[in-house]
């Protein structure tokens, strides 16, 4: 009886231990799919909340590009404020130098202007003097001449009536055919 007792304890045992390796299996199998079952609720915890901490960094990344995008920008129309005024001042210098560049021309033509005139009518002057000189010359001449005339005709009436034996004193001089000497 002892043996028959005995071999159902062996059986036992190896039933016990049959079942204690199954359990251990199982508690392997349980464990490992604990285990995958955990890392995939990691895996998953750390996915979203890398998701989370990328939308996150996303947003203030974009924010920060937005504010460094502004900052540029502010920058860039300051710096072409600066240029253009800069270039305004410029300009303003330079139309500034040319307006008194053309200030000084015009006054020195105005001054050309000014002498020529000033030439021409001492030049007209000149001429209108010649002129009257001219006249006046003419005007001698046109004197001399018709006196000139004037003495010619009684000349030649004193020359008509001498030899038309007209007078004053209606008598006609002598006229000598002789060569005599006349006092």
């Known amino acids: 009886e002892r043996e028959r007792e005995r071999k159902p304890r062996v059986a036992d045992i ?7 390796l199954r359990r251990k299996r199982q508690a392997n199998i349980e464990s490992k799919l604990t285990e995958v079952e955990t890392q995939r609720m990691i895996d998953e915890c750390v996915n979203k909340r890398i998701k989370e901490l990328m939308e996150k960094k996303d947003a203030e990344v974009d924010a920060e590009v937005c504010r460094r995008v502004e900052n540029a920008k502010q920058i860039l129309e300051r710096q072409m404020r600066e240029e253009l005024q800069a270039k305004k001042a410029e300009m303003d210098r330079e139309m500034a130098e040319q307006e008194e560049e053309h200030q000084k021309e015009i006054k020195s033509l105005q001054a050309i202007v000014e002498q020529l005139k000033s030439d021409q009518e001492e030049a007209k002057l000149r001429l209108d003097e010649e002129r009257l000189e001219v006249v006046e010359a003419k005007r001698r001449i046109e004197e001399e001449r018709q006196t000139l005339e004037k003495e010619l005709k009684k000349k030649e009436k004193m020359i008509q009536n001498q030899i038309l034996g007209k007078s004053e004193s209606n008598s ?3 006229i000598s055919f002789g060569m005599k000497k006349n006092k």
């Open 172 to 174: 006609r001089p002598r």
């Open 14 to 20: 190896y039933d016990k231990r049959e079942d204690m």
